[in-house]
């Protein structure tokens, strides 16, 4: 069946520092990705809509310029985390949407420690 | 709020006994899905309900759909230690943005 791939799993890195998380589609293409965070023992919140070849579309109070998002192939979104703080540490899953079915397939999810 | 509100928070039950957790959403809807997620692990999709559905069956599962109420329960029978997990619905709005929104979630405990 259709796969959605997250990498890394787990990331940890130093405040300051900046963090690249990468979902793939593997056997479709996505024009829409979804990324979503969650912290310890809640829900997961929609941080942004990734559209292929545009612009990210961000949730109210998702700082654009700090959760970099680019979707440059209808198979591959990348999040980055610029300059993470330890309130940045979170549980971040992407969901992408099989461009054919209309579908929606989660990633395994990466879980950022930031020290 | 974005999110849509579930109950109970919190379930603790023997292995054996049935949990029912429910779920109330805001908006008009395509579908409403049900998850899973084991600690520290990603979503297991249990089971997809279309807005013109009102029961749905899979194996030891059963959902509800009462769209006129915009509420939904997940009934999971005989319960194993093994189902011991958050469970969360997710609603696939008809308009607006095309990303499921996740409810609040329940913690299940199943006791062996």
């Known amino acids: 069946g259709a796969v959605v791939s997250q990498h890394p799993s787990r990331v940890i890195c130093k405040s300051g520092t900046s963090v690249k998380i990468e979902c793939r589609s593997l056997?479709?293409?996505?024009?829409?990705m979804f990324w979503y965070r969650q912290f310890p023992k809640q829900s997961l919140m929609l941080m942004a809509t990734?559209?292929?070849?545009?612009?990210?579309?961000?949730e109210q109070g998702v700082e654009k310029d700090k959760f970099l998002i680019n979707h440059a192939s209808l198979t591959l979104s990348t999040l980055t985390v610029t300059s993470a703080h330890p309130e940045d540490s979170s549980f971040y899953i992407c969901?992408?949407?099989?461009?054919?079915?209309?579908?929606?397939?989660f990633g395994e999810g990466s879980r950022l420690t930031v020290l | 709020s974005q999110q849509g509100e579930e109950d109970p928070q919190a379930l603790s039950i023997q292995e054996g006994e049935n949990a029912t957790m429910n779920c109330s959403y805001k908006?008009?809807?395509?579908?409403l899905q049900w998850y899973r997620q084991n600690s520290g692990r990603g979503l297991v999709h249990l089971i997809l309900?279309?807005?013109?559905?009102r029961e749905k069956h899979s194996g030891r599962l059963r959902v509800t759909l009462d769209t006129s109420k915009k509420s939904s329960s997940l009934l999971i029978t005989a319960s194993r230690a093994a189902d011991t997990a958050s469970y969360f619905c997710?609603?696939?709005?008809?308009?607006?943005?095309?990303?499921?929104?996740f409810g609040s979630g329940t913690r299940l405990q199943v006791q062996p």
């Open positions: 908006t008009s809807i395509n579908n």
């Open positions: 309900i279309r807005s013109n559905e």
């Open positions: 969901s992408a949407r099989d461009l054919g079915t209309g579908e929606l397939f």
């Open positions: 990734s559209n292929e070849g545009s612009k990210a579309t961000y």
């Open positions: 056997d479709f293409q996505a024009t829409t």
């Open positions: 997710a609603t696939d709005a008809r308009l607006g943005r095309r990303a499921l929104t």
